[in-house]
């Protein structure tokens, strides 16, 4: 059974930072593409940023590129998000996502476990 768990999420000012983690439990994290998504209220979940299994290329959505860093430690069966330069419209519950085909995907459909989310909450 493979579990994701979100940490690191909490309250902070514009302008500020945040590092996310998510950590994975069970067997094969190195084979799995992760992925960091949020839904803030009222609005669809959305890609933030992925990285790959094996190349660990990353992807960004154009909101968060410049801003954000995906990174991952195999032997940790971590993912992280780097958020710096925040911004109130970065306000959301930050879900952790891994696909087990392990290759870059954006759309939350063709990832197959998730965590449970963690709030980020950005103050102007």
């Known amino acids: 059974q493979v579990q994701l768990v979100e940490s690191g999420g909490g309250l902070v000012q514009a302008g500020g930072s945040l590092r996310l983690s998510c950590v994975v439990s069970?067997?094969?994290?190195?084979?799995?593409?992760m992925a960091w998504f949020r839904r803030a209220p009222g609005k669809e979940r959305e890609f933030v940023a992925a990285?790959?299994?094996?190349?660990?290329?990353?992807y960004y959505a154009d909101s968060v590129k410049g801003r954000f860093t995906i990174s991952r430690d195999n032997a940790k069966n971590t993912a992280y998000l780097q958020m710096n330069s925040l911004k109130p419209e970065d306000t959301a519950v930050y879900y952790c996502?891994?696909?087990?085909?392990?290759?870059?995907?954006?759309?939350?459909?063709?990832?197959?476990?998730w965590g449970q989310g963690t709030q980020v909450t950005v103050s102007s």
């Open positions: 069970g067997r094969g994290f190195s084979r799995y593409g």
């Open positions: 990285v790959t299994r094996s190349s660990g290329s990353t």
């Open positions: 996502a891994a696909r087990g085909s392990g290759n870059y995907a954006s759309s939350p459909y063709d990832y197959d476990f």
